[in-house]
């Protein structure tokens, strides 16, 4: 049974840093390629990081670009978001989610094309 679980959301002011973690079970995230996208009350969840199963260059909304990192740790099973200079836009609740391997990679920044996902957890910056 897959199961992702994010953690290191909060609460933070405006210019602060939060890492948010996911914590997958069931599946080996080097397999797949590994996102984090965010949602606000009655919106669509919007993409902002993805790292591809085989590493290399990671893929950023321009709105996050800059400021925030993607990574793995293979050993943890574990996938990061570090994000720096955070500001009230920042707001919402954060998940991660996976695709297959073959999936393409023009296609990452679309939501129906992950499999599973976390349960979410919230990122809240105060101006």
């Known amino acids: 049974q897959v199961q992702l679980v994010e953690s290191g959301g909060g609460f933070v002011q405006a210019g602060g840093s939060l890492r948010l973690s996911c914590a997958a079970s069931g599946l080996i995230v080097s397999d797949y390629h590994m996102s984090w996208f965010r949602q606000l009350p009655g919106k669509e969840r919007e993409f902002v990081a993805a790292?591809?199963?085989?590493?290399?260059?990671?893929y950023f909304a321009d709105s996050v670009k800059g400021r925030f990192t993607i990574s793995r740790d293979n050993a943890k099973n574990t996938v990061y978001l570090q994000m720096n200079s955070l500001n009230p836009e920042d707001t919402a609740v954060y998940f991660c989610a996976t695709a297959a391997w073959s999936k393409a990679i023009a296609g990452l920044r679309m939501a129906r094309q992950y499999d599973y996902w976390g349960q979410g957890t919230q990122v809240t910056v105060s101006s």
């Open positions: 790292i591809r199963w085989s590493g290399g260059s990671p």
